[in-house]
DNA sequence: GGAATATAGGTAGAACTTCTAGGTGTTCCA
DNA sequence: TGGAACACCTAGAAGTTCTACCTATATTCC
């Protein structure tokens, strides 16, 4: 009853993957990581969502994969944006101003 | 290939339909229309997302709903905010704030 | 040495929302 | 009188995200 739920991506997620790609490669583990943290601990990804869309993603032809090793010497999937991508990236973000300024306008609606 | 597509909700109906039935009772068909204006045409808001999404927040007890007649002499279903139905609507904007600053977070940051 | 934890990858299936595509009937206006 | 706008609705598909699992390796602690 009186639980924590877990927070809701609200459709956010492929953009939030997108822009953390975008600051330079990473692997899918860092990934959920970093978007922990730059969010306050706001966004807790887990990994059911994070692979399956970073799948997606990459059937997209919007990331791209290649196994590395980290620094701790794992081998792990380093991600990487394609042209297409970064595209998508932008038109996302557009989208999103768009979004959240219509949701503004009718939240700021008073009778 | 080229086409316009129509906007997604993005997990904002329910806040949405909430916040416009919580300025005076309202009947479906209107609540579309009115956050198709109110959102300047950004969100177009179909009779198939509607409908469902009008039973599910009565089902939850956020909604209540009287037949009556509108001014053209139909029969409509007035929607009216409970007090339930208050009380998630702040929630809902309370958290919409969070997650757009959380959003907000991650897209500023650059490396 | 052995156990636990953190790191790194993944899948399966359910739950939920939204969309497409239909359907019914009424009122208004040309 | 016939079509557009109004007003209600459902079924089924598509898509995303969640819960709950699984494997394996490196590190740290007892």
Redesign the pocket.
């Known amino acids: 009853m009186g639980e924590e739920k877990?927070?809701?991506?609200?459709?956010?997620?492929?953009m939030l993957i997108l822009k953390v790609v975008a600051l330079g490669p990473i692997?899918?583990?860092?990934i959920a990581q970093r978007i922990q943290q730059i969010s306050r601990d706001f966004f807790q990804?887990?990994?059911?969502?994070l692979?399956?869309?970073?799948?997606?993603l990459e059937d997209r032809g919007w990331l791209k994969a290649d196994w590395k090793t980290?620094e701790?010497?794992?081998d792990?999937?380093f991600y990487g944006l394609t042209p297409k991508g970064r595209k998508q990236l932008e038109a996302e973000v557009e989208n999103w101003g768009k979004l959240t300024d219509a949701v503004a306008l009718i939240l700021r609606t008073a009778e």
């Open positions: 877990s927070e809701f991506l609200k459709g956010t997620l492929d692997h899918g583990y860092a990804l887990q990994q059911g969502s692979y399956p869309a970073l799948h997606r980290t701790t010497g794992r792990a999937k």
